[in-house]
Structure formats: C-alpha cells, structure tokens
C-alpha cells in the first residue's frame, strides 16, 4: 500500500496550491480519502475527505471556501486546490485512507487506515 502526496512548496499569503495524492496497492476507490495538515509543534488535524464515489465532500471549518477536494478513481489519485493561503496552512499535509465512507465527515486521524508521505506547504512573505 502506498499513498504518497506531492505538490507542496513556498507561497506568499493569499496564494494557491494543488496537492495530489497518488495511491496504489489497495482498492482507491473503495475508500474515503481524507487530507490531514500537522503545523510544526502541533498534532495532525483532518482538513478535508472525500468519499470514495467523490459524491460526498467535507471540509475543516477553517478551509472551508478556500481548498477544494476532488479524486480520479481511474487514475488513483485525489486532490486538495488551496486558494487564499495563509500563513496558518504552513505545514506537513498528509493523504490518507479511512476506515469508511461513513466516517468522512469527521476526518479523524483515528479513523485512518492507510497514511502516506507527507508534502510540506509553507505559506509566508
């Protein structure tokens, strides 16, 4: 199984960046695929998920409005388009699996069955 995220890099606040995630080893579209972000010093916080149909999307209050989730279930890979970036997305952002499409919603860490490589996002001037 293997899940690895790419697409990170530095931008200036009120700038955009398109993550993808590019999954293979497992059934990808058979499952939820959530993205989670771990600020330095900090715990890993759910950001956004998707089901595994994509008919379902959920977003963390603090980007909602501003990343967009999506996912191709030919191609084995999801996606996260951050717009208007601040200073407060900085960090490691990490793709994952979860357990089930019904716990989408509540982008868990513990509801993780399969983590990837993180890509690093730092948003500064």
């Known amino acids: 199984v293997q899940l690895q995220a790419s697409g990170g890099g530095l931008v200036q606040p009120g700038g955009s960046l398109r993550l993808s995630c590019a999954a293979s080893?497992?059934?990808?579209?058979?499952?939820?695929i959530g993205w989670f972000h771990q600020a330095p010093g900090k715990e890993r916080d759910g950001v956004s998920c998707?089901?595994?149909?994509?008919?379902?999307?959920y977003y963390a209050a603090p980007v909602k409005g501003r990343f967009t989730i999506s996912r191709d279930n030919v191609e084995n890979r999801a996606f996260l388009q951050m717009n208007r970036l601040e200073p407060e997305d900085t960090g490691i952002y990490f793709c994952?699996?979860?357990?089930?499409?019904?716990?989408?919603?509540?982008?868990?860490?513990?509801?993780?069955?399969?983590w990837g490589q993180g890509t690093q996002v730092t948003v500064s001037s």
């Open positions: 994952a699996a979860l357990k089930s499409d019904s716990l989408c919603p509540y982008i868990m860490t513990e509801e993780v069955i399969y």
């Open positions: 998707i089901k595994s149909s994509g008919g379902g999307r």
């Open positions: 080893g497992f059934n990808f579209d058979g499952y939820a």
